[in-house]
């Protein structure tokens, strides 16, 4: 009788200690940390992707995303994917360059992407591939782009021309284009995370930003300045980003569910990321202590030709070659 039990703990214990697939019953969890708010093009994005990966796993795999850095700051974000702390961010292109894959500032050059088109071509072409594939050797897979939209400027003073923006303390992303861009219009370029961009603009330890409408509606950063004017001088978009031990360790089948299911996400993104955008815009002409100075077109060739430098002054950082191609790209879009 003591033999009979003490087979079948001993077979319990062993089916056990050599069935791997117990632990595979917990759902996987991908943490997905993110800076801006929920009605951001990105924080819906986040939610489509979670809602799609629950639905297509049934659960099997469950999705946490964490807005408005409630986890991480712009930097920490990074650290804390590479760290596996995290399994997914979508930190905006301008922010790569800290990695030291400078290429990717080839997306702060102003007025670089003359349309939308041009701008697809890039992020959904070989050189929007060749640059995510830089990322692996940093132990980061890129899933691909989300977009938002240009940038416009905002000071506590009246801003038109570009000689308006003298001696303004402008706050920017951690890009040495974004750095270079702000010299050239003879103003203070301040680097900070764009969850301490509030605060400095209430304490008056910045003067102005630049950022897309949606990132300044939702923050409520129009609140804090008097002046806007529709440069759309700049790009702002996502490399949509996974940890690479983490990505590598899930099934075959799984990544391509999770990969079907971002490009669904992508593609609600791509198409709302205007609308939100606009819809933005439209609220903040109704605050009434906010001026929108919006641009004609002899007006943004001032802009266009005030920043024309900054290329070539960045061929040191950013791959000469890209830059000639998407120069290619947008020539041929013109036609
Ligand atoms: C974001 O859209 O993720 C933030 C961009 C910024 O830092 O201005």
Redesign the pocket.
């Given at each position: 009788m003591f033999k009979v039990i003490h087979s079948i703990l001993l077979c319990s214990v062993l089916i056990y200690a050599l069935s791997p697939k117990v632990a595979h019953t917990e759902p996987i969890i991908i943490r997905f940390s993110?800076?801006?708010a929920e009605t951001?093009p990105?924080g819906k994005a986040a939610l489509e992707f979670k809602k799609l990966v629950e639905e297509k796993t049934n659960g099997k795999v469950k999705v946490h995303v964490y807005p408005n850095a409630t986890l991480y700051k712009?930097k920490e974000e990074l650290e804390a994917l590479q760290l596996g702390a995290v399994q997914m961010i979508?930190?905006?292109l301008?922010?790569l360059g800290q990695l030291g894959l400078t290429d990717f500032e080839l997306f702060d050059i102003p007025y670089i992407f003359p349309n939308q088109n041009v701008l697809r071509s890039v992020t959904e072409g070989p050189i929007g591939q060749q640059l995510l594939s830089q990322l692996n050797d940093k132990g980061i897979y890129g899933l691909g782009y989300w977009h938002?939209g240009f940038k416009v400027f905002t000071a506590n003073s009246a801003i038109q021309q570009p000689l308006d923006m003298s001696g303004l303390r402008l706050r920017i992303?951690p890009s040495r284009t974004l750095e270079t861009q702000i010299v050239e219009l003879g103003a203070i370029p301040i680097q900070m995370?764009?969850s301490d961009?509030l605060t400095a603009l209430k304490t008056g330890l910045i003067d102005g930003t630049e950022?897309?409408t949606s990132?300044l509606y939702s923050q409520h950063m129009h609140q804090l300045q008097t002046h806007l004017v529709t440069t759309y001088h700049g790009y702002?978009g996502?490399a949509v980003i996974v940890n690479r031990e983490f990505w590598l360790s899930l099934p075959k089948q799984l990544q391509i569910t999770l990969m079907w299911c971002f490009q669904q996400a992508t593609l609600t993104n791509n198409l709302a990321a205007e609308q939100i955008n606009k819809y933005a815009l439209e609220q903040i002409r109704q605050n009434t202590n906010l001026h929108i100075h919006d641009l004609t077109p002899k007006q943004r060739e001032q802009w266009v030709q005030a920043l024309a430098g900054v290329a070539d002054k960045m061929s040191h950082q950013i791959d000469p070659e890209l830059i000639k191609q998407v120069r290619q790209l947008a020539k041929q879009n013109s036609k």
């Open positions: 993110h800076v801006v951001t990105k712009d979508a930190p905006s301008s922010k938002n992303q995370p764009f961009l950022n897309t990132n702002l996502y």
